[in-house]
Structure formats: structure tokens, C-alpha cells
């Protein structure tokens, strides 16, 4: 499982997305805005509509959604952002990908920098990591929600991928395409997940224990708290339980 679902799943468990909810729509209504550039019909923007999915899904009002298409559209005023990914190593060797969304580029990649230097890790060139990612849905299922084979008919149907034995949970991976179908259909069955975005999933996970581990999730914390990044994507593996302590 990856370590940002694990991390995900985590926050989720300790109410740390609750005390962040301003921050957490904060950054929604930036991917909304953002994703409206490209037109305010959901219905024809499968990024719109994959961003008010998330919105909906953290109770965000439908006023504030509508305000933050509008924001995107032109039709309120509103900053002109700029997208860009970067890329860097954190303690161990971990590959993380860093989506920012930003009115000041220079000024955010010299913060994201500092960050990097001061937790353990240091910034790469462009494509240096992303090679080791791609684009997946990545919906968590507890498995006390619902048992594997009636799990595994739901998403075949449904146009998932795979389903992962991880621990606790259920790992279901899609394909971008069948993301929302996939998760409507785990909804309607009855199932709540713990954790459903669409991810940029490693190949390949590096396994992190002790200190290395605390670095690692301090990295994560302090990425996460810049009101420019958007999302954090890593490739680390971090035993749950500890995961919990450092988190807690």
C-alpha cells in the first residue's frame, strides 16, 4: 500500500483532516478554480468533476464550490495560478513528487527547497523521480467494511484494476477512467472508504524504520503545511504501527 494512502488512512483515523479543514478547502477550491480553465460543466471536465467529488466527499458547501468554478471560469475575480510538479528525495532515498499550485513560483520553490534541506532530503531535477509514478484511483476500504470476494465483484464490474490485501484495508487501484465509477459503485454497495483520490502510485516502495522513519513523516508534515502544494506523493513503507506513534 502506499505510503501516502497509509498516511491518508492515518490522519483520517486521528481527526488530523478535521482540525486542518481549512486548509483542506483551501486547497480544493484552488484544484477547482484550477480545473475550471478548462470549463465550468463537470459533465464535459473530468478533472472538475473528479475535484468536486472531493470537495463533496469533505462537506464543503456547494456555495463555495459554485464560487470557486465561477473563480475558475472568469466569472468572479480571482489569483492566476501556475501548476508544476516538483521532484525530490527524502531520508533513505525516497522518491516524492510534490503537486504545487501557486501565484509566485520563484518565491514557492525556494520555500519547497528549504523544506528539503531542512528535513532530510534535497531537491531533484525535473523527471529525476517521476518516472517511478503513475496516475492511478486509489480507494481505501476497511476490511471490516466489507469482505474480499464481495469486494472483488463490486469493482470488476465497476471497471477496477486491482485489489490489494493491505493489512487493516483493501487497496483498490483503478485506472483515471474508471475512478468515479468504481467508487460510486463501492458507495452505492454500501461501503465507506477510508481514503479515495486520484494518486500518483510508485512501482516500487523503499522500507523505512526508526529514525529514518520519524524524518520522513516530519518531511511529509512540513510539505503538506504549505499553502502552495497541493499533494505529496512518496514511495516509502512504513510499518503502521509506527506510522500511528510517529504521527501521534
Known sequence: MSGHSKWATIKHKKGALDAKRGKIFTRLIKEIAMAAKNG?????????RTAILAAKSENMPADNIKRAIQRGTGELPGLTYEEFVLEGYGPGGVALLAE???????RTVSEIRHVFGKNNGNMAAAGSVAYMFHKKGDI???????KEDDLMNIILEAGGEDLKDEGENWEILTE???YEAVLEAVKKAGI?????????????????EGQQAVQMIRLLEALEDNDDVQNVHANFD?????????AG
Not at 481505501?140 to 466489507?146: F, G, L, Y
Not at 472508504?193 to 512501482?203: G, H, N, Q, R, T
Request: hydrophobic letters at 35%; glycine letters at 2%; a negative charge.
Open 40 to 48: 465550468g460543466d463537470p459533465d464535459m471536465n473530468p478533472r472538475l
Open 100 to 106: 504545487i499550485s501557486t501565484d509566485n513560483r520563484n
Open 238 to 246: 512504513i510499518d503502521e504501527k509506527l506510522l500511528e506513534e510517529v
Open 140 to 146: 481505501v476500504i476497511p476490511k471490516s467494511a466489507a
Open 176 to 178: 483515471t477512467s474508471a
Open 192 to 208: 465507506t472508504p477510508a481514503s479515495s483520490s486520484v494518486s500518483m502510485v510508485p512501482d516500487t516502495y523503499i522500507k523505512l
